[in-house]
T-cell receptor, first 113, second 114 residues
Framework: TQLLEQSPQFLSIQEGENLTVYCNSS?????LQWYRQEPGEGPVLLVT?????EVKKLKRLTFQFGDARKDSSLHITAAQTGDTGLYLC?????????????FGTGTLLAVQP | KAGVTQTPRYLIKTRGQQVTLSCSPI?????VSWYQQTPGQGLQFLFE???????NKGNFPGRFSGRQFSNSRSEMNVSTLELGDSALYLC?????????????FGEGSWLTVV
């Protein structure tokens, strides 16, 4: 069974602080996506990484895909209250041509003003 | 362009009833997947359809079924509802069925079984 473990599970920080969320698996994924989900809404795609070792930056967010494509990290610099939400990593493409995603356990981030 | 549209957004059903949820993918997208999200189990894959064919099925009982129409719209059905079926049901669409595809989610349908 493929599992994606995220850590930490919960994170409460002050505005302006930096944070890193980790997503680890024993399985190899051909791609990994990061989503943010707000209460009562569906997940919103932040980034897709497909190449081992790949680093993508979106403003204050930096995403990295591990060299072995088994893990990923999301780093947020100078967090803002608008970053509050549930962050989910999702591995995809395992076993061929499929859009099936295996979701991580989630990290609930609260950024306090 | 319009995103993934799910209807209804909220519904309450009684144990033993059945429910049908609808999903309209992003225009041009031919792949539709369904997920169940609960506080205890997180987001779990239900099934994936591409060009009206079921490509993958998750580990859910046969009470959960789905289909895709020729216009790529999809429906999922849950029969003989149980309390544990209360969840947010999410539909996702993608352009193709391939590894590394970008997948977009709808806002979900909140199902409460009483």
């Amino acid at each position: 069974t493929q599992l994606l473990e995220q850590s930490p599970q919960f994170l409460s920080i002050q505005e302006g602080e930096n944070l890193t969320v980790y997503c680890n698996s024993s399985s190899v994924f051909s791609s990994l996506q990061w989503y943010r989900q707000e209460p009562g809404e569906g997940p919103v795609l932040l980034v897709t990484v497909v190449t081992g070792g790949e680093v993508k930056k979106l403003k204050r967010l930096t995403f990295q895909f591990g060299d072995a494509r088994k893990d990923s990290s999301l780093h947020i610099t100078a967090a803002q209250t608008g970053d509050t939400g549930l962050y989910l990593c999702a591995g995809g493409g395992y076993g061929g041509a499929t859009n099936k995603l295996i979701f991580g356990t989630g990290t609930l981030l609260a950024v306090q003003p | 362009k319009a995103g993934v549209t799910q209807t209804p957004r909220y519904l309450i059903k009684t144990r033993g009833q059945q429910v049908t949820l609808s999903c309209s993918p992003i225009s041009g997208h031919r792949s539709v997947s369904w997920y169940q999200q609960t506080p205890g189990q997180g987001l779990q894959f239900l099934f994936e359809y591409f060009s009206e064919t079921q490509r993958n099925k998750g580990n859910f009982p046969g009470r959960f079924s789905g289909r895709q129409f020729s216009n790529s719209r999809s429906e999922m059905n849950v029969s003989t509802l149980e309390l544990g079926d209360s969840a947010l049901y999410l539909c996702a669409s993608a352009l193709r069925s391939a590894a590394g595809n970008t997948i977009y989610f709808g806002e979900g349908s909140w199902l409460t079984v009483v």
